[in-house]
């Protein structure tokens, strides 16, 4: 900290942020996601003097939380600042969607003084409890009046900064500011000499000023050996890997998995199909599941790694063997929950799951592959077989979803990033995107599932884990987040963005209500090709799967971001991704 920097401040409003701003940044935040208003003056002139923090600007507060919320979902930990009123109200999808995704995000908002509440004054609402239930605390600081009261400031901002990273769930700063800004007659010494003394010792400071330090939970000996108890006489143990965090290493969970002789069947997003492992997993299930689950050795005993799956097939699969099951997850609620059914866990462990497979596999007997790990195999390898003549990938072939998601994830360079959107985009890349030699960081907004800020939070995504992002996203997900755009420019790594453009909600399709689908599947007649333009950005519209090929790596190796729009027909992506659940009800691969 420059102590230059406090002794210039311009008023009271002003040293108060710069403080704010310098105490964030001691505690560990890297970059401040601002959409910029009056009442966040005070905090834009402290970012000004502070270069050792990113400052990014977004026009759209909705925008900027996605794109943080997709920072922080690739290890970022942002902090978003707007001005006080309905500005702040725009954040709050995105504050849900990192509830519930486990997602730390500080969300700071500014707001007017006491006097101008209750008073009908312009951008004047209650905003404390704004992002309640879905903000883990809500710290409110009111307007600095003659003094900083230091003390109570800091210790709020690190206490702030701990929930966030002690839950990875949002927490809300809301901090009041009265005007002048800007005051030509304010110094420092108008403060109490005490307080003055305690900004001049802590500004000579580098470190918070209460700095938390958070053990790291284990197993507790009798714990561990409840689960060694219930794991070591199941014959055939199943793994179960759901979505994990694109950050952490999933080595430990493999070498579980094959420690103990089970087969390992692992969702688009537990990132296990393309993390550079060479063991065994199995990625093609939804393709054989449902025909094989008759033939296949019972299963005794379920070990279930993170958030929930998306595969329906894989859920009756675990439902049909209601068994033992061990669900571990950083998340402490209920997430049992799958489509319209459920999953039935017996016993749930409140941990990391990379951590706890860690912890697990000292305490368990190492095993042959089980007669049930060694089926599957079977009938995997059978499903890699099948799955070209089932997408029809010879190069002629006409453009559709599942075929062009396979393709990306075949010709995508090593050590990138996807970011997957819902609905119909990330349930096709669990059915047909099998295990890569790629190492690859796949995210997705899987929390509240939402199709709104989806190119945000994949901007925020690669930019977090700084590598090239490629977003795979459907025409009415780009709708509803075109503004997103403009984030691209000032992007420090290359974007991607293919817009799979069926006109239309193309999921809707599988559902037959008539006159009443049409409705819900919403259909428009644009195509992206001017917005494209209109941001600035190369555009290409494939005309075959080889032409999409082509471009796609041309992109990649030029390093340069580009709109590629696929005009697939709705109904014929449906129909495949049909197919494939049929094939899965055939025993194929015995």
Not at 4 to 25: N, P
Not at 400 to 414: K, N, P, S, T
Not at 430 to 446: E, H, I, K, M, S
Not at 559 to 578: K, M, N, P, W, Y
Request: aromatic residues 8%; hydrophobic residues 45%; charged residues 15%.
């Amino acid at each position: 900290m420059r102590p230059a920097t406090v002794m210039s401040a311009k008023s009271l409003a002003h040293l108060h942020a710069v403080v704010v701003v310098e105490e964030l940044r001691r505690c560990g935040v890297e970059v401040f996601c601002v959409s910029p208003g009056a009442r966040a003056i005070p905090l834009i002139l402290a970012l000004e003097d502070q270069p050792a923090v990113v400052t990014k600007l977004f026009n759209d507060e909705r925008s900027a939380a996605f794109w943080a919320q997709g920072a922080a979902k690739g290890g970022r930990l942002p902090c978003l600042v707007c001005t006080s009123g309905t500005a702040a109200a725009n954040y709050l999808p995105a504050v849900i969607e990192a509830a519930l995704a486990g997602t730390p995000l500080l969300v700071l908002t500014t707001d007017r003084p006491f006097e101008l509440h209750y008073a009908k004054a312009n951008q004047t609402l209650p905003q404390r409890d704004l992002f309640s239930p879905f903000a883990q605390a809500a710290f409110d600081i009111p307007a600095p009046e003659q003094r900083l009261f230091l003390h109570a400031l800091l210790a709020d901002l690190d206490q702030a900064v701990f929930e966030m990273q002690r839950t990875a769930r949002p927490v809300h700063l809301n901090i009041a500011y009265r005007k002048p800004f800007v005051e030509e007659t304010f110094t420092v010494a108008t403060l109490p000499p005490e307080e003055v003394d305690e900004l001049t010792h802590w500004s000579a400071r580098s470190t918070p000023y209460c700095a938390y330090v958070q053990p790291r939970s284990r197993l507790a000996p009798s714990d561990t050996q409840r689960l060694v108890d219930r794991i070591t006489p199941a014959d055939n143990v199943a793994c179960v890997a759901g979505p994990l965090a694109p950050t952490s290493s999933t080595a430990a969970i493999h070498t579980l998995a094959t420690h103990l002789g089970a087969p390992l069947l692992a969702d688009i997003n537990s990132g296990l199909r393309c993390d550079g492992q060479h063991a065994p997993v199995l990625a093609l299930y939804n393709l054989y599941l449902r025909g094989a689950v008759s033939r296949l050795p019972p299963v005794d005993l379920v070990l279930y790694f993170g958030d929930r799956i998306v595969s329906e097939p894989l859920r009756e699969y675990l439902a049909a063997h209601r068994t033992e099951f061990i669900l571990c997850s950083p998340y402490p609620l209920r997430q049992d929950a799958i489509e319209n059914e459920f999953i039935y866990p017996t016993m749930k462990v409140w941990s990391d799951p990379c951590t706890f497979a860690a912890e697990l596999l000292p305490a368990l007997p190492a095993r042959r592959p089980t007669a049930l790990a060694r089926a599957l195999a079977t009938y995997e390898s059978a499903a890699q077989q099948r799955l070209g003549t089932l997408l029809d990938t010879h190069a002629a072939a006409p453009l559709a979803e599942g075929r062009v998601l396979y393709e990306v994830f075949q010709h995508i360079h090593d050590d990138s990033a996807v970011f997957l959107s819902a609905s119909l985009i990330f349930r096709e890349a669990d059915y047909f995107v099998p295990c890569l030699r790629q190492t690859l960081r796949v995210g997705a907004n899987r929390g509240a599932t939402g199709i709104d800020g989806v190119l945000s939070s994949g901007i925020g995504f690669g930019e977090g884990l700084h590598k090239p992002c490629t977003v795979l996203i459907g025409d009415q997900a780009l709708l509803h987040d075109l503004n997103a755009l403009a984030l691209v420019a000032g992007a420090s790594m290359p974007v991607y963005i293919i817009v799979m453009n069926n006109y239309s909600g193309a999921i809707f399709h599988f559902f037959d209500l008539g006159a009443t689908g049409e409705r819900l599947r919403n259909p428009h007649p644009w195509s992206f090709r001017g917005v494209a333009e209109n941001f600035h950005l190369p555009y290409v519209c494939p005309s075959s799967t080889a032409s999409f090929v082509t471009a796609y790596q041309e992109a990649q190796t030029q390093q340069q971001s580009t709109l590629f729009e696929i005009v697939v027909d709705g109904e014929a992506s449906v129909r495949l991704f049909q197919a494939a659940s049929t094939a899965g009800n055939s025993a194929y691969g015995e």
